[in-house]
């Protein structure tokens, strides 16, 4: 298992297995494996802090039998105190949580942290970055949501990407700044120049009958 989150600065694309073949996620990571890809998101979701529900911990620990990709998991949960050793144990390298759940994340990154997983912050599109100004610089990676939380296939939302402008100041060059929603050839470039330098895409590669392309066509659109 690679439990490295790859360093800052290098543009690294992360498949979203939102958008995948669930009756073929084993197949499907090692598709977005061969083309090169060295994280994973996964996005977990509960029914109560976004209206989805999507996979659990059962599901992370089959996955991490079948691949050694860096498992980036997004939880877009009430609670994710109470869960994350459970996703921990399961496989999960990076867990991701939104500032808009936690009193005291400075405290859960660290928890994160003491239980060998590298720890992300999220904001939603409506959150002011000063939410997450104090303890960004603790975490390994900043998350900006460029669409609602809960489901694929949304329209990319302009305003929001532009806060990576403003993550990116505030964490510097060491920390992953992350971005998801309606990443695509056409919205990847705009997003790099802004300071990001982890793009998640679901959609833009799942929705392609070769993945392969479809990751290579996002990476060559970035440079």
């Known amino acids: 298992m690679n439990g490295k989150l790859p360093k800052a600065g290098t543009i690294e694309i992360a498949p979203s297995i939102l958008s995948a073949d669930f009756a073929k996620l084993a ?3 090692a598709v977005i494996e061969k083309a090169g890809a060295k994280m ?3 996005d977990i979701m509960d029914g109560h802090f976004v209206p ?3 996979i659990g911990p059962p ?3 089959k996955l991490r039998k079948h691949s050694k990709l860096f498992f980036d998991c997004h939880l877009m949960i ?3 105190r109470k869960f ?3 996703f921990i144990k399961s496989g999960a390298n990076n867990l991701t949580f939104h500032i808009e759940t936690e009193k005291n994340p400075a405290e859960l990154i660290k928890a994160l942290h003491d239980m060998g997983a590298t720890a992300g912050v999220c904001l ?10 104090k303890v960004a610089p603790l975490a390994d990676m900043i998350l900006v949501l460029t669409v609602h939380p809960g489901f694929g296939a949304q329209q990319f939302i302009p305003e929001a990407a532009k806060k990576i402008i403003e993550v990116r100041e505030i964490v510097g060059p060491d920390i992953r700044v992350e971005v998801d929603g309606g990443i695509d050839p056409q919205t990847a470039p705009i997003v790099v120049l802004y300071g990001a330098d982890t793009l998640v895409a679901g959609n833009a590669i799942f929705s392609k009958s070769d993945r392969v392309a479809a990751i290579n066509a996002i990476r060559q659109a970035c440079k």
């Open 40 to 42: 994973v998101h996964l």
């Open 84 to 86: 994350a050793p459970i």
């Open 59 to 61: 599901v992370v620990e």
């Open 124 to 133: 939603n599109p409506e959150t002011p970055v000063k939410a997450i100004e």
């Open 52 to 54: 989805n529900i999507t």
């Open 27 to 29: 197949d499907e990571l």
């Open 78 to 80: 009430t609670d994710p």
